[in-house]
């Protein structure tokens, strides 16, 4: 049990309400080494794009390395800097600081569990920690698998992805918060990323890659868990040579999923919850892909060279081109309103 208590940051800055509103949130890392990541905003009534929205708002740079976002049922945004180890409150509207929890090793994705509280993927613990993000503390971690990443929750459980971090992994963990129990499922080697669909679990494993012996390499996988007793229903096995298969998302009203074949560049896949073998959508070297379940898009973020802005692609589902647009530094994330 933690009882830390965390800082908290004051902002006087009073933007129009609204200003930020329906439309297309990306997250952008920024540079690696030092400097701020960005926050970007696409709105969905007049298609106008501002690339800084925190720094706009705020006056402050946004943290060093930003991971991802989302909004919760408080009207907040919670935003997750990973290298400067904080999770932060925005007010959803505006965009003004509430306040932040410092303290976070290397955080990684966040959920909402119930009103005002989170659950936090930590790689520097390999732990998840739970925050109350009104009051800014801490109350409590669970140590999971060796580089927990993303976060499903559903119905009293949180599910984890272990994607292994600097070393290797194969499970995720099912913890029940009503019971206090962690039941850890194998899946296949580095899952990353999930998606709850067709009141099921699947989760994308990327393989394991050894830069020294190439022959231990592993492929990667799509697995179908039942979200209950933790047990395979499906899976599909990637050819070695298909790449590392990443960044898991999903289309509800149709039931397809899509990721990219390679997550560090690669093109667009799309198969259906039989897991049929994959299609390829769109050839590319992307980054980043996600699915705005509002106005039923793809999201593709291309890096470029990872040292000048980079942009994102707008897809109908069926992989036609809406259009794209400027963001910042290495997108990575997205949310929507």
């Known amino acids: 049990m933690l009882l830390l208590l965390a800082g908290c ?10 200003a930020f509103a329906e439309g297309i949130y990306v997250v952008n890392e920024g540079p690696f080494s030092a400097g701020s990541g960005t926050l970007s905003y696409r709105d969905a009534r007049d298609g106008s794009v501002e690339t800084d929205v925190y720094f706009n708002v705020n006056g402050l740079p ?30 959803a509207n505006t965009f003004v600081s509430k306040g932040k ?22 790689w520097a613990s390999n732990s998840v920690y739970f925050v109350d993000m009104q009051n800014f ?22 599910f984890v992805a272990h994607s292994g971090g600097f070393s290797r992994d194969s499970t995720i963990s099912i913890i029940d918060l009503q019971a206090g129990t962690v039941q850890t499922v194998v899946v296949g080697d580095q899952p990353g990323s999930m998606v709850y669909l067709d009141n099921s679990l ?29 047990n395979e229903l499906d899976r599909y096995d990637f050819d070695l040579g298909f790449g590392n298969p990443a960044r898991l998302s999903a289309d509800a009203v149709e039931g397809t999923l899509f990721f990219l074949n390679n997550g560090y560049g690669g093109a667009l896949y799309t198969t259906d919850i039989a897991l049929s073998a994959p299609q390829r959508l769109r050839s590319g070297n992307y980054y980043s892909t996600g699915f705005d379940p509002i106005r039923r898009e793809i999201l593709l973020a ?26 910042g530094l290495i997108p990575t994330n997205f949310a929507y309103r």
């Open 62 to 91: 946004a943290g060093a390395v930003l991971q991802s976002m989302i909004f919760t049922s408080s009207n907040e945004a919670w935003l997750v800097s990973n290298l400067s180890g904080t999770l932060e409150a925005l007010e």
């Open 302 to 327: 291309n890096p470029l060279n990872f040292s000048t802005e980079g942009y994102v692609v707008r897809l109908q589902p069926n992989g036609t081109l809406l259009d794209s647009f400027q963001v």
């Open 137 to 158: 503390i801490f109350i409590d971690t669970v140590g999971v698998g060796q580089g927990p990443e993303q976060l499903v929750y559903r119905e009293g459980k949180l």
């Open 202 to 230: 699947f989760v994308l494993c990327s393989g394991y890659t050894d830069w020294v012996n190439p022959t231990q390499n592993t492929p990667g996988s799509l697995v179908k868990i039942d979200p209950i007793t933790g």
């Open 9 to 18: 940051t004051e902002e006087n800055n009073t933007p129009n309400p609204g």
């Open 101 to 122: 929890v410092f303290g976070l090793g290397s955080p990684r994705y966040v959920v909402e569990t119930t009103p005002g509280m989170a659950a936090v993927s930590d």
